[in-house]
Nanobody
Framework: QVQLVESGGGLVQTGGSLRLSCAAS????????VGWFRQAPGKEREFVGF????????YYSDSVKGRFTISRDNAKNTVNLQMDSLKPEDTAVYYC?????????????????WGQGTQVTVSS
């Protein structure tokens, strides 16, 4: 069993940056595909990005491509989400999720493990 905990959320102005971390406990973290999702009030949970364990490939949604960067530190059991050039529409609760293997990585239902979420608010 893997437990995931997000951190690093907060309030930032438009154009600012935040770095979210997803810390994992459990001996299977190194064999884990990890995705990031977000959910704004009244909206469905939305895919943000994904990193695959087997080949290190990373994928982003079109809405964050070029602004967000996913990285992985297996020594620290963390996956990070660097968010730059933030916009008010990025405001949401951000979640990391894990599972193995994940084939349809844009679909929340394919992930087995979820963190509790961290709030990101971007002011205009």
């Amino acid at each position: 069993q893997v437990q995931l905990v997000e951190s690093g959320g907060g309030l930032v102005q438009t154009g600012g940056s935040l770095r979210l971390s997803c810390a994992a406990s459990g001996r299977t973290f190194n064999i884990l595909d990890v995705g990031w999702f977000r959910q704004a009030p009244g909206k469905e949970r939305e895919f943000v990005g994904f990193i695959r364990w087997s080949d290190g490939n990373i994928y982003y949604s079109d809405s964050v491509k070029g602004r967000f960067t996913i990285s992985r530190d297996n020594a620290k059991n963390t996956v990070n989400l660097q968010m730059d050039s933030l916009k008010p529409e990025d405001t949401a609760v951000y979640y990391c999720a894990g599972g193995f293997p994940i084939y349809d990585f844009t679909s929340p239902g394919h992930y087995r493990n979820w963190g509790q979420g961290t709030q990101v608010t971007v002011s205009s």
